[in-house]
C-alpha cells in the first residue's frame, strides 16, 4: 500500500476522534462542568494521538513536513464537514465550499512539483 494512502487512512481515523474530542461535548456534555467535558474529551483525544502519530512517522518518509500539514488540514475538514452536518446538526452554508476549493488551492501548491 503506497505512503500516502497509509498516512491518509490513519489520519482520517485520527480526525474522526480529533473532531469527536474538540466537540462532541458541545452537545453531549454542555451541562456539565468545563473539567469533566476536558477529562471526558482528552480520554477520547488519546485515540487521535494513536492514529496521528503513527500516521505522521510513516508519512514522513516520503512526504515533506509542510505536505503532512496540509494532508492532515483537508482531512480535517472533510472529516469535520459531515460532523458538523449531520452529528452536530448545523447548517450547510455555500462558504464551506469556498473553503474547500481554499484548501485545494493549498494542496496543490504545497505538492507541486
Known sequence: MPVIVKTAALLVLSNIFMTFAWYAHLKNLNHQKWYVAAVLSWGVALFEYLFQVPANRIGYTQLSLPQLKILQEV??????MPFAL???????????????????GAVYFVFRK
Not at 75 to 80: D, K, P, Q, R, S
Open 75 to 80: 482531512i480535517t475538514l472533510a472529516a469535520f
Open 86 to 104: 449531520f452529528y452536530m446538526r448545523q447548517p450547510l452554508k455555500l462558504d464551506y465550499l469556498w473553503a474547500a476549493l481554499c484548501m485545494l
